[in-house]
C-alpha cells in the first residue's frame, strides 16, 4: 500500500488499501516514503501491528517486473515507465474481485495508491479503519496537554490552511469572527505560523505552541515547479520535517474535539 503526498493523502491510501487487502484476503504492507511532503516515518504517527517500511515509487518502478502498479493515474509514476491500472475505474467489490482474479496468477505483488478514500466504499467501513489508525501516545499526550487551556469547556475548532494551498486563507474573516464572539472559547490552527500569530492576543483563543511548521523546499514562492529530493516533478514547494507532522497529528485531535469546526 503505497503512501504518498501530505498526510491526508497517505491516510487516504493506507485505508482503502487496508479494505481492500483484507477483502481479497492479502497480507498489506504499508510503503510510506519519507520526503519532503512528509519527513515523519509511519511509526512516528501510528499506533498499529502493520509492517512498514521508507520506499520510493522509483524504487519500485526499477523492479516493475515483480509488480502490479494498481494507483490513481499519476503522470509523474508514467513517466518512470509504470504500468498503471486506474483504481478510479472499478466502482464495486465484485470488480475488485474480479480484477484480482484476472492476474493473480502471474504471481506478481500488487502496487496499491489512491490517496483519496475510493467512493464505492461504505462510509461505515471507512470510519471502521480509521479507528484503527491510533496516534501513538506522546501525539495523544501533546493533544491533552493543550486541550486542559479549556478547562472542560466546549470550544470552536479554525484551522486555516496556509502555505501550498491554492486558495489565499481566510484569516481576516476568521479574525473578525473571533472578535465578534467574545464570550466563546477558540482552537486556531493552520501550517504556517504567521498566521497562527494574528491570534496569539486573543484572550479566547488557545493556540498549540509547535516545535516546527511546514518551511519551503527550496527558495521562492509556495507554488512552483521543481524536482523534490526523490526527482519527481513537483509543484508544491514544502518541506514538511517529522516534527512539523506530528504537530499536524496534534492539531487533528484538537480539532477532533470542538463542538463546531470552521
Known amino acids: 500500500i503505497y503512501c504518498d ?9 493506507a485505508v482503502s488499501g487496508l479494505i481492500l487487502s483484507d477483502s481479497l484476503g492479502l497480507e498489506p504492507v504499508i510503503l510510506w516514503p519519507q520526503n519532503n511532503r512528509c519527513r515523519a516515518p509511519f511509526r512516528d504517527i501510528f499506533l498499529i501491528d502493520i509492517p512498514s517500511a521508507n520506499i520510493s515509487m522509483q524504487s519500485l518502478v526499477e523492479n516493475r517486473d515483480r ?3 494498481w494507483t490513481h493515474f499519476d503522470f509523474r509514476y508514467e513517466a518512470l515507465g509504470a504500468w498503471i491500472e486506474p483504481i478510479k475505474k472499478i466502482k464495486t467489490f465484485d470488480e ?3 480484477l484480482y482474479k484476472n492476474f493473480s496468477k502471474d504471481m506478481k505483488e500488487i502496487i496499491f495508491s489512491e490517496n483519496c478514500f475510493c467512493d464505492w466504499i461504505d462510509d461505515c467501513l471507512i470510519s471502521s479503519y480509521l479507528n484503527k489508525l491510533n496516534f501513538k501516545p506522546d501525539i495523544v499526550h501533546q493533544a491533552e496537554s493543550v486541550f486542559s487551556n479549556f478547562n472542560g469547556k ?3 475548532g479554525i484551522h486555516i490552511r496556509g ?4 486558495a489565499d486563507p481566510p484569516f481576516q474573516a476568521m479574525l473578525q469572527y473571533v472578535q465578534n464572539n467574545p464570550d466563546e472559547s477558540f482552537f486556531v490552527c493552520s501550517d504556517e505560523s504567521a498566521i497562527e500569530e494574528k491570534f496569539s492576543g486573543f484572550l479566547n483563543v488557545v493556540l498549540h505552541d509547535k516545535l516546527e511548521y511546514v518551511g519551503k523546499y527550496t527558495d521562492g514562492g509556495w507554488r512552483k515547479n521543481f524536482l523534490s529530493d526523490d526527482g519527481l516533478p513537483c509543484i508544491f514547494n514544502v518541506e514538511r520535517s517529522s516534527n512539523s507532522v506530528v504537530s499536524a497529528c496534534v492539531d487533528l485531535l484538537l480539532l477532533s474535539g470542538a463542538k463546531t469546526l470552521i
Open 5 to 13: 503526498g501530505g498526510l491526508a493523502n497517505r491516510v487516504g491510501s
Open 96 to 98: 475488485v474481485h474480479r
Open 163 to 166: 502555505t501550498d494551498f491554492c
Open 154 to 156: 466546549e470550544y470552536i
Open 67 to 69: 509488480f502490479r502498479f
